[in-house]
């Protein structure tokens, strides 16, 4: 596959654009946070649509925080979460695909996924648990998947990689030892994943440059201006989209 | 896409090739079909392969029948059976292969398919529901999708068109006419569809020629020969898979 426009993580930076003011860019967040709400009953009440949206990211990335804070005026009823976990023996004895087209959005529906199929290629593939060929055909099968939604079930598909630097990683690593109301949060695992630094973005790129559905690096350093980016995207996406309030049903 | 070997379904016959009889044929089932069983256990017990069985064909053609014939000696801890049926209204809000990759077999398991995701480039083709657009990329969507639970799952896929004549099929709608017993399955719709045979002979011939995963062209205008032409096909292709019972589990 021969793309021109490869993405080069390092090129690309993980704060705020110069120049951008927090106190700003969080009022306008404010409105469009929202504006995203309104969109939501738009598409709830239209059911022709489905929106799926991918938060992937290094662990202390604000993936969680993320969802909070730019889905906040979202009516839950409208709304699916999943947080892809360590697969169950069940999921295991499927395709790596199975767990996620059951919880693929229906029309009317946003879905939220918190990490992803893409694991399927990136924490597999760095720990070397698959080979090379595995993650070709994954990546294909991921294609063909996100095309099917797509084509099959208009679904919108949003991809957010959450940019974070390797030093504000060991910030937020590190608050979560330091903040008894964090404590939870800490997971000695994530230290030695951060090991695998370089691999992971090697694995990052290959999944942005490979996918139809292109990604959107979003900076995260700089917690409001993630907030900022990730609803920005999708307001402008959600209204490009053309929803009506449907008329009123007629009689019999 | 150029195939050389183009599947026409006017040149194949719907009987039993000549000479074959009936009474040794059904010896011959017997032991098949006894012999699926054992299969049956060992990709139980062995738990690394999965299998699926997709059964269409026009009303009429006996997919009840061969499922209940040829499955006989498998026990149903191991089998999964769906006959797939109008969607419902959760199903219609997601992509057509949603309610299929659901159902799709897990390891160990023979999950068996009555009718299946090619209704959806059949029946909604030869009605206009989609254009033939939508059925060139739900095709793709349906190789992509033989090809990931091969790939990822050892998903060992068979499937079977039931070859019936246009002749055989009506003397089998009549017989549920005027058998009590067989009312249950007389539908004044199977003749409508019926109208409509030599559309979905193109359908069929569109999916067969198509599929990434080769289809069986099963006559069934004789019964016992359907039996054994099934059975005979699984038990080869299970056969070569080469699966192993596993060793007595180490302690600890």
Redesign the interface.
Known sequence: MNKVNRIRLADISTEAPKGWKEKDTEDETRDLVKRLGDLQQLLYAE?KHSVLVVLQGMDGSGKDGAVHKVFDACRITGLTLTAFKKPTE?EF??????RV??V?P???MIAIFNRSHYEDILIQRVHGWIDEK?VE??M??IN??E???A???N?HIFKFYLHISKAEQEKQLRQRMDDPEKYWKHNPGDWKERDLWDKYMQAYEYAFDNSTVPWHICPVDDRWYRDYFIAKTLVDGLEKIGMQLPPLAKEG
Chains 1, 2 share one sequence.
């Open positions: 059911s069940e004895a499927h395709d790596f695909l199975w087209h059951k693929a229906q029309k009317g595995r055909q994954r294909r099968a063909a998947l095309e099917l939604l084509f099959d079930n679904t």
